[in-house]
């Protein structure tokens, strides 16, 4: 569930420090996102032969990959499983399932009989289970979901919200935290999940991609509804059981008979293992399963024959792994990396593929497959590593390096004479949603002149956040970090600062109208304009960056905020030593006059600095997904109210101060405080410091 990717994911990468950043990539954890989209290149007019994609191939390079991998980043296991033309070509387990932490023996990890948490991988499982209901004629992807519903979801725009833009992240909702992953004992109930404090609609639907838990849990909460028995249950007989998946479950906590088959999670390897993770909205991110049950899921969906029956007929696949919007939505950011029904667009090389990746506090999966070329690979981790980004990097070299040494440049097909899958079609020809077109195939290039691509960079130039966000509450803070600075260079190019998916700089360069390619790289953006000014830039297929408003500026807001605390506690480290240094000079104590208004503003100063410190923790607390009390935050909110009203006596005292002309230290000491108190009053409005809402 904790996406991408940020987790990676409110915005490609989520913490507050290391804190901020773990909450938003959380956020995505059970979330889970893509690995970097990588856009397809055109082909090379030579390159050299592709390693032969066999199991002993594959084995060797996994080998030789791993082991060390696993020892550098301190990722204490790891699963692994390739299929290739209709069966299983390999899976492997690496390091250990139980370290022996606890005074056990370790055991390694064991591909057949060890589960591991797939976090948001489950969403391809929750988009199949949708896709069949569309297949029967129970439900239908372009219909208003409240004829399906049994309560009312947040609106704040006219348009319907359908199952299509659920599973391709575009309903609108703002990112919530709260209930995301809770520890065993917590009760789960998806409708409650789903209706208590649901987040608002901040994005008219189907325009923006924004990765959102709450629209695929809706979108499985709609399955329940049309299935006729719990959401869990439906899956288990109708995906599950069908694709031979004997050993896979969305229940929570595991069945007895499964229970001693869980790998262990693991912070990193050496630390104690990890309770077993209970994810509060079970669609979006709560499936458990081994490595070779989830190569049976991807020989099911390259349409292989597996388990009782196919998961859905041909024409349904294909709509699934088709892109679901197009230009009529989404503008000119249909020409960049686009949700199909489920899956993520990672192209790479040429070679269409299809992904989802997804990451729980411990466990750090990935799932790509390859239509055209009847291939797969998953791989899952049971620990963070040493550091945040370890098990994301891992994951990506474990991907690309298997994405470049199979089907590089220019391949094609690994094994010559291969036949699609009985009953399959090839994309092309085949219908899918309207107007949509096969997901990872090349645009004609168009070409941009010089002028236009200087034009195009100078609007593009700014600063932007995530659209996966909060907007309604005190979370509207986390958008400080995370941020993007775009600017031009050398004339008519990109620079990302960082670039998308990344911690470093990178160059873009306008390729046809609107869409920049990274330069020496694959990874595409799309931008949409309108009116002269850019409304949005896509760089993953459910997220997009956003421009940041002139008054929220990072280096404005921080500074004013970091002014403001600075004075504020000086002044308060001032007031006892000010108390000792009179009683040792015998000074008499202040006038009476104004007092009133002296004790008001200490109080004020007193509060905001309790305020401050209040929100610190509860970020903190949020963002390592702990809960944080109504009644704690209200009490935050209390002590900020008193702070912003303190604005009130401290401009009282300044006039006073003037008027008695008390000599230009203490007026200035006044000012002072009256802007310090102003600055933090202004950051606590302009980021909904005291919005009514506290759902987070």
């Not at 301190?74 to 005074?103: F, K, M, P, Q």
Request: with cysteine.
């Amino acid at each position: 569930m904790i996406h991408k990717t940020a987790i990676r994911s409110l915005s490609h990468r989520v913490r507050i420090g290391a804190a901020l950043a773990t909450a938003v990539a959380v956020a995505a954890t059970v979330v889970g996102c893509g690995t970097s989209p990588a856009a397809p290149v055109p082909p090379a007019p030579a390159s050299a032969d592709p390693a032969a994609l066999t199991g002993a191939n594959v084995d060797a390079w996994l080998d030789g990959l791993l082991p060390a991998a696993l020892a550098r980043t301190g990722v204490a296991g790891a699963s692994v499983a390739v299929v290739r033309d209709g069966e299983i070509l390999t899976a492997r387990g690496y390091g250990h399932a139980d370290t022996g932490d606890g005074g056990t023996d370790a055991v390694p990890v064991d591909p057949d009989r060890h589960l591991f948490r797939i976090g948001s991988v489950s969403k391809l499982v929750t988009a199949t289970a949708v896709l069949q209901l569309v297949q029967s004629g129970k439900l239908d992807l372009d219909t208003d979901v409240a004829e399906y519903l049994d309560f009312t979801v947040p609106r704040r725009y006219p348009q319907a919200v359908t199952l299509r833009h659920l599973l391709t992240h575009t309903a609108g909702f703002e990112e919530r935290i709260a209930g995301l992953i809770g520890t065993p004992g917590t009760d789960v109930d998806l409708r409650a999940a789903l209706t208590t404090d649901p987040p608002e609609q901040i994005y008219q639907p189907g325009t923006v991609p924004a990765y959102s838990n709450y629209g695929n849990a809706l979108a499985g909460y709609i399955v329940e509804r049309a299935g006729g028995v719990r959401f869990e249950e439906y899956v288990a007989s109708n995906v599950l059981a069908r694709a031979g998946m004997t050993s896979s479950t969305f229940e929570q906590p595991l069945p007895a008979e499964l229970n001693d088959r869980m790998s262990n999670g693991y912070e990193r390897a050496g630390a104690p293992a990890a309770p077993f993770e209970i994810v509060g909205t079970p669609p979006a991110g709560a499936m458990s399963a081994p490595a070779t049950d989830m190569a049976r899921f991807m020989l099911a969906q390259l349409g292989e024959r597996v388990g009782e029956a196919p998961l859905l007929d041909a024409a349904t696949r294909e709509l699934m792994q088709h892109p679901a919007l197009d230009a009529a939505s989404l503008g000119t950011l249909a020409d960049g990396p686009r949700m199909t029904l489920g899956y993520f667009d990672e192209s790479r090389n040429g070679h269409r593929i299809l992904g989802h990746g997804g990451d729980t506090r411990y466990f750090h999966s990935h799932l790509q497959i390859y239509p055209d070329d009847r291939t797969g690979i998953y791989l899952s981790l049971n620990s963070t590593g040493d550091s945040a980004l370890d098990s994301h990097e891992l994951r990506q070299a474990v991907l690309n390096g298997f994405a470049d040494r199979y089907f590089p440049i220019g391949s094609t097909q690994p094994a010559e004479g291969t036949q699609p899958a009985e009953g399959t079609e090839s994309a092309e020809g085949t219908e899918s949603a309207e107007g949509t077109e096969s997901a990872g195939t090349t645009r004609p290039a168009v070409g941009v002149d010089a002028a236009t691509a200087a034009e195009h960079a100078a609007l593009a130039a700014g600063t932007y956040e995530s659209s996966r966000a909060v907007r309604s509450n005190f979370l509207t803070m986390i958008g400080l970090v995370g941020r993007t600075t775009v600017s031009v260079t050398d004339g008519d190019r990109l620079l990302f600062e960082p670039a998308p998916l990344s911690d470093s700089p990178a160059v873009y360069e306008e390729v046809s109208p609107w869409v920049w390619r990274e330069v020496g790289g694959q990874r595409t953006v799309a931008m949409r304009v309108a009116d002269g000014r850019v409304e949005a830039i896509s760089f993953d297929s459910a997220f997009a960056l956003l421009p940041v408003p002139a008054e929220r500026d990072s280096a404005l807001v921080l500074t004013v905020l970091a002014a403001s605390t600075a004075v504020l506690l000086l002044v308060a480290l001032s007031w006892p030593v000010r108390a000792v240094v009179r009683r040792r000079l015998g000074r008499a104590p202040r006038d009476r006059a104004g007092r009133t208004a002296r004790i008001l503003t200490r109080v004020a100063v007193a509060g905001t600095l309790l305020a401050l410190a209040g929100w610190a923790v509860s970020l903190v607390s949020i963002m390592g997904l702990q809960d944080v009390s109504a009644t704690s935050l209200r009490v935050v909110q209390l002590m900020q109210l008193i702070g912003l009203l303190g604005v009130l006596p401290a401009a009282v005292r300044l006039v006073d101060d003037i008027r008695r002309r008390t000599g230009w230290h203490r007026i200035t000491g006044s000012v002072a405080v009256l802007l310090a108190l102003a600055g933090t009053g202004w950051f606590a409005v302009e980021f909904m410091l005291l919005a009514p809402s506290i759902s987070y």
